[in-house]
Each structure stands twice: as structure tokens, then as C-alpha cells.
């Protein structure tokens, strides 16, 4: 059975509830309709920039894929446009309406609940947004560490009490460098594994966050509150799927990432990936530049 590579984490989740690699652009691509303020030029450690746009450019003729971001005047995203530019489609879009301090509504279906550092704890979503009334209902429950970063997240299906699937991040020098998800509600039988690398010498500030096991959507990932995000940019991440059945490995991703671009504040303008599409990781894939809404 051939399996599109961006689908078969949830291919391998499905197993339990209820193979060919690919090197292309992700099935649900990526946007732009305009882009950010770039970071400045010059040394100014007061400048506070987010994520405005991620453009994908993996062709001589522009922007394949891009993802942008829109912002309120608290600097919360209020909306995410994903758009395909060679086929001139529209392939994702969100609207974020703040209900008060720790509830945010997406649409009748979806909502995030904030704790008081503006940290996603909950994401209530589907399984299958085209078809919801017939979808499994998920809970994504995220907990983080005394030093903010993410480092538990658990995933309910249809009220379960307790959870279908765990993810369990690890961190060396406050980097995420390991990641396994299990089945905790199969006996914890292994479903992804991942180990990342990043490039010590260098130094970043609030760039995409690198979680290797995003099934709930990388573009939530890439601009909403996880925690806190990488101090250096990555270099390699080795992702490893097994059928939580068998035990038996299969698939193994592993992508390289360089000749980056970086400012002189430490906001990353733009780099490059090589090898396999992490899916957690979409947002980034071949040559992809980074746009900036500074204040």
C-alpha cells in the first residue's frame, strides 16, 4: 500500500483507533498575500518581531507555498492564510476570535483554552475538518516545564480518560532534541521517535517551533503560543514511524537544514532543507524565506 508521507502519522494513529517516502511540497501547501515589516538591519535589542509570513520558493517562477499570519494590536494572531501560488488556490484558513483571556474560538468546531502566560493547554478540534459531523472528536492537552517549554502533550479521542497517544519532548541546553510519541491507551507501544541537532554557534530568536510529531496542524504550530521557541536554528532531524502493532519500522525521514540567512537582531530570513519533509516541521521545506511584523 502506498502511503503520501504527509498523511501516514495519522495513517499509523488510525490503526489503533477505530510504504513509500515522498520528496515533494506538502499536500496542503503553504501562502502569501503580503508580507511582514522585515527586522532591521541594524543592532537594536529592543526590537520585537513575529512571524508574518513563510514563503516557499522552490522553483525559478516565486513563491510556491506560503503561510501568513495576521495580527491584532497585542500581537495575537487573529488569522492564518495557507495558499497554493502555482495553482492559485486558497488551501487553508483560519480565524482566531478571542472570547476573553484564556478561550479562543476558531469555528463551531474548534477552540484553543490560554493560560495566563498565553500558552496553548487545549486545543479541542476534529480529526477530519471536510467531514466533521462524521469525524472523531480530539483534545489536545499541552504541558510545559518551569522553564515554559513544552515537554508533555497528550492526545484524547472521543472522551477518552486517558490519553489515546502521549508525546513526551526532551531538551539538552533548553533545545529540543528528543521526541516519542506513544500509544498509552495501547499498552505505550511506540509510534514516532525523532532526534534533532540544531547549529550551536548561532543564535535565533522567535522562529518556527521544531516539533517533529505535529498532527494537529503545523500551521497552528508555526504561529500560535507552544512555549518557549529555539535559541539556535536547526541542522538535522531523523524521524523514525513504526505500526504500533508490529513494532516493525515504517518509514524514516531525516531532512538537513543550512545556508541560513539570519539578521543582524538574530531573526531568521531565510534557509534551506534537503531530504525528506518533516511533517511536523512543513512549514519549512526547501528553499523558504521568513517575513517579520516588527514593533
Request: charged share 15%; net charge neutral.
Amino acid at each position: 500500500m502506498k502511503i503520501n508521507k504527509f498523511n501516514i502519522l495519522i495513517f499509523v494513529l488510525l490503526l489503533l483507533v477505530s510504504c513509500s517516502k515522498t520528496k515533494s511540497t506538502p499536500p496542503d501547501g503553504n501562502v502569501p498575500v503580503g508580507v511582514g515589516n522585515g527586522p532591521d538591519t541594524t543592532k537594536n535589542n529592543n526590537i520585537v518581531c513575529a512571524i508574518a509570513t513563510i514563503s516557499q520558493v522552490n522553483s525559478s517562477k516565486g513563491a510556491e507555498y506560503s503561510l501568513t499570519a495576521t495580527y491584532n494590536g497585542n500581537y495575537d494572531v487573529t488569522r492564518i492564510v495557507i495558499y497554493d501560488s502555482v495553482n492559485k488556490v486558497k488551501n487553508f484558513e483560519a480565524a482566531f476570535n478571542y472570547i476573553n483571556n484564556d478561550s479562543v474560538r476558531i469555528d463551531q468546531y474548534q477552540y484553543l483554552i490560554l493560560d495566563e502566560k498565553g500558552r496553548v493547554i487545549r486545543f479541542v478540534t476534529k480529526s477530519d475538518l471536510v467531514t466533521p459531523q462524521n469525524s472523531d472528536n480530539y483534545i489536545f492537552e499541552y504541558k510545559y516545564n518551569t522553564k515554559g517549554y513544552l515537554i508533555i502533550k497528550n492526545l484524547y479521542i472521543n472522551g477518552a480518560t486517558i490519553p489515546n497517544f502521549r508525546t513526551d519532548y526532551s531538551y539538552t541546553n533548553n533545545q529540543l532534541t528528543n521526541c516519542l510519541m506513544t500509544a498509552v491507551s495501547s499498552g505505550n507501544l511506540k509510534v514516532l521517535e525523532a532526534a534533532l541537532v540544531y547549529d550551536g554557534s548561532r543564535s535565533i530568536k522567535n522562529w518556527i517551533y521544531t516539533f517533529p510529531d505535529t498532527m494537529e496542524g503545523y500551521m497552528y504550530l508555526t504561529v500560535l503560543n507552544f512555549g518557549n521557541r529555539p535559541v539556535n536554528p536547526l541542522k538535522q532531524v531523523t524521524t523514525k514511524i513504526y505500526n504500533p502493532l508490529t513494532g516493525i519500522l515504517i518509514d524514516n525521514w531525516t531532512t538537513s537544514y543550512d545556508n541560513y540567512v539570519i539578521d543582524t537582531n538574530g531573526y531568521v530570513l531565510s534557509g534551506e532543507s534537503t531530504g525528506d519533509l518533516q511533517q511536523g516541521i512543513a512549514s519549512f521545506y526547501g528553499k523558504t524565506n521568513f517575513y517579520y511584523l516588527c514593533h
